[in-house]
């Protein structure tokens, strides 16, 4: 695939992982994409982080950002996904550090009717604050580095970091939407449309992304394995506040026993909204 990727990179005020990741991205062997930050609500400090990286960035970097009224991941992914110019949207959460083949690693796996999940490796608390006060750069670190911390339960496990040609295999458990990661994941941008992308329904933490995990594939795109191959380097962050929880998953659920493809509340209302406001300003 040639043609141009957009890194989908969500964030809420955690500024010094988000300069860690950008910092990876800028060093990606692959420079054939743009980054969006699709930033749900951070104070003005992330704004001026964006900034000063984007003199530095040597790809295109947008910053998408909406009012802080609670956790609305779907609405500010659908936001950045509009505001993108790519043929194809890699997401990528604003603690996970990638290493310099990630972009190209992705690009490889695309293939028309998929949509591709990766996988990540945990960084305990006290590894994540020594990388991000001292600015250490695991993402430039081979495998070696990472055994020690390994053994000594730094990180929790060192498979995503091994490169395996698996071909085929990646189409094993197509239709099978449990156990996808969204803080690592590819979309063809048709196929986003063609769902009506994320569901702004779900607010608060938890189920957004298997609610589009499963419209997808009931729409008739498979799921392709990016292990071996798409690992990224994820920070320790605190547990997110849960307490939407139980009521995201009851709105999966109804999908699951319906037959629903497309958002209730996706890019096709945040296209609505912005045609009445263009209205209104007229």
């Known amino acids: 695939m040639a043609e141009l990727i957009s890194v989908i990179v969500a964030t809420y005020n955690r500024e010094d992982a988000l300069g860690a990741v950008l910092r990876s991205l800028a060093r990606q062997t692959d420079g054939r994409f743009e980054v969006v930050v699709a930033d749900d609500g951070s104070r003005p400090a992330t704004a001026a982080l964006i900034e000063g990286w ?20 779907a609405e500010i992914r659908n936001r950045a996904i509009l505001a993108s110019a790519g043929t194809y949207c890699i997401f990528l959460d604003g603690d996970c550090i990638a290493r310099p083949d990630f972009v190209a690693a992705h690009r490889i796996l695309a293939e028309p009717g998929y949509f591709v999940t990766g996988n990540r490796v945990l960084l305990s608390r006290a590894l994540s604050e020594r990388v991000l006060s001292y600015g250490l750069e695991p993402e430039l670190w081979g495998l070696w580095r990472f055994l020690p911390r ?28 449990m156990g996808a990661r969204g803080s690592n994941m590819a979309f ?17 933490w938890g189920r957004e992304d298997s609610d589009l995990f499963v419209r997808l ?24 506040e849960r307490s939407r929880l139980a009521d995201n998953q009851g709105k999966l659920d109804l999908v699951l026993h319906g037959d629903r493809v497309r958002a209730s509340h996706g890019l096709s209302a945040l296209d609505l909204e912005r045609t009445d406001r263009h209205r209104e300003a007229r």
């Open 54 to 73: 984007g003199m530095r960035m040597p790809v295109p970097l947008k910053h998408i950002w909406h009012e802080d009224r609670g956790f609305r991941l």
């Open 188 to 204: 063809f941008r048709e196929d986003l449309e063609r769902v009506d992308g994320f569901d702004a329904a779900f607010t608060g």
């Open 150 to 177: 390994r053994w000594g339960g730094e990180i929790n496990r060192v498979a995503p970091l091994i490169g395996l040609p698996l071909g085929p295999l990646r189409k094993r458990g197509g239709q099978r939407w």
């Open 217 to 240: 594939i009931r729409g008739g795109v498979r799921r392709k394995d990016g292990r071996f191959a798409t690992g990224v380097l994820h920070l320790w962050h605190p547990e997110r």
